[in-house]
């Protein structure tokens, strides 16, 4: 149903008349019978009001005193109320007036303002309220009128809160048996409920239409309407919370809390109190309790601030042992937990309510409910917490299962080898295993091989990274030897020691065998040297000569405080390395994501100095997918494309390094399906068949691979370099480049190499490619044309 516009608020002709009323009792009178002798009565007593025979009547006479019991035999008839207007929700109005000329106390203080006025929800749309109000009118002038009978409005459910914060919600509904629709002239001729209706439920446009057709001034409203508010807080709350528990994971947890809250509140019709709930999960027989859990917990959270171990353990075994609800007006009655007793009443509570909640009988948490007042709560209450129980157990429970959920995901990407493209395969197995056990049979693990599947091998290196990092260690070590001369030069030059000399000449001959490739065993025996010769004697030096203090305490601060080293250099050479290794890695992990969605096939990659990673795609890694060949392509031009993108983020990563770095990036193309098969005691793939090991030996020699009859390393800085052994793979990657250059992302000359052989390689031959120096793109994708071909086939 659409919301309505101020076009709706149309002034309606409303005049009060209880003639309809008194037509009833007439109909129902019979002073023979003894259910129907008071409408005979009732008739006889109203003469005496002739105010109230009018017609219409004046609401002003209904305030005179002389009216009071006439006014009194009328709602009587209407509201058989026995002493029940403390507790029921009733008025009556004008005909379509919102504003009643009487109302039991409960409808005033609940809907009305000093004045008597009707005081709309702030969650209700005033225009939306008349646009039923509308609809109401026409639903009883179409019926009247025409005999035409339209599907009733729904009535309007809203919330109010009263001065101590409780929301409760109601439905109004509206009776208009009392209402008689009087036209003020000719009207048009309608046949039938399709002239004007254009659905099963009355919207927006038949409103438009009815009010031109039937405009509201040409008729006349007489009688009165009865208003009756029904309470539904309970309904709704569930209804509310449920909703809740269905988001919760787009919910902060002060923003559930407070539903959870504000649910309870309402139920109990309490204010001043406070609604917590701990969570009581538990894995492997660890229970879990980490700062964002013990948020949901009042309890726990005031009662254990800054790492209480001892009180948090006592509160937890406390709430774990709540089995049924418990209702606590006492706390006396804790006697074998006085510390509890004693923390709850700094805390200012006086009365407690603990409810477990389960989840097919298993305890997840418990409902806390903590009142500041002394007899605020009574025992009837749990009984109304029932209805609260399902939901908030549903909850946690889901909570529960994302932990495991996480907890297996994780366990699975980071610790295991079990991919989730592959998992499907290892369920089967686990099923048959299973299965073969509960017939009583002794089963072996199958197995677990996948074959005729396509390897796609890529490797991003920091270039020269062994080099690059003895020569940072190499110009450590040289620092603290030179800083480890000066305090010994000068030292000599105080006090003529000949100790120091011999120190002196160790250091030089130290220092002349320091170079680029360092010998394990000399760095080995420096550090010992530094770490228990020279830091003893520095240490003496200070103490002995208050003008060597400085240096010696430059010295000894400008040493790692583990390895009791200079390492400045060696920390910016990892620093960088670790920062376009996440670079990289990370890039790879968002774009794995991306291609998983292309077709699901196997990903790993591996973290040395630089990043490599295995791609194996083929119709027997997945069960529910139709595998082609234009997925591989697209996972080659993917390959290329993405080192395109990669060289040109580290370049743009390399002014901020703290150490100058760059990366060489290199392609194995392998055009022959191979098998991979998984090894239980390695828990990895490994590539299965003589045959087939060759492509493992290839990837290993490849990366030390050399230009033949030039000697030049393969692998340069800014370059891709493609490794093939057939014809047809070169020419693929050569499609795939001109694509590229097309882009302006290569530069225009492609290098055809031979290399030399290795141990076990014999006849490799290499493309490569310059990458261009031009800001990295980030709109589309390159390869979305392909992937799209490939969606269409």
Known sequence: MENSNSKFHQPIRSHLDFSMLFAQWERLSNKAEPDTCLYHDLLQRIKGFPDLNQFPVDPEDLKKRENRLGLGLILGSIFPLSGQEERKIFGIAKPFEFKPIYATPIFHAQFLDRKGEIVIPENLDPDRLHFQKMLLVYELILDQIYGIKINPVHPLVFKVSDENGITRHFQIQFTTQFVKVVPRGALPSIHGKSEICSGNMP???DLNQWMELLPLDQFDFYGFIIEEAIDLTMAQSVAQLNETVLRQEQLSVEEFLHVVEDSVKSLLSKSNIKVGLAILQRVNERLVL???????????????????????????????????????????QIDEYYPMREKFAHL?????????LKHHGNLVGVLEISAFEAQNFDPSML?????????????LHRQAENLENRIKSIVRKNFTAIHPVVEWKFDEIALDFVLAEEEGKHPEIKPILFKDVYPLYGVIDIKDSSLERNKAIQSDLLTQVDLARGILTQANKLEFLPLLENMLDRLEDFKRKINPILVNEEELRLVDFFQTELTPLFKHVRNQYPELIPQVDYYFGQLDSELNLITQKRGAFERSMSSINDTIGNFLDKEEVRIQRMFPHYFEKFKTDGIEYNIYIGQSLVKNHQYDEIYLKNLRLWQLQTMVDLETMVRQQAPLLDYPMSTTQLILAYSQPISISFRLDERKFDVEGSYHIRYEVIKKRIDKALIKDGGERLNQPGKIAIVYSQHHEAEEFREFIHFLQKKGKLEPHIEDLELEDMQGVHGLKALRVKVRTEPLETKGSVFSKLIAEGKER
Do not use: H, M, W
């Open 383 to 395: 009984l109304t917490l029932d209805f609260l129980a399902p939901s908030l157990s549903l909850a």
């Open 348 to 356: 200012g509570v006086k009365e407690l309510i603990l409810y477990p």
């Open 290 to 332: 980490t700062e964002s859990r013990l948020a949901y917990s009042f309890l726990i959270k005031s009662l254990c601030t800054g790492g209480c171990k001892d009180t948090l353990q006592g509160v937890i075994e406390f709430l774990s042992r709540v089995k049924s609800p418990v209702f606590l007006n006492d706390l006396d």
């Open 203 to 205: 919207n927006s446009y």
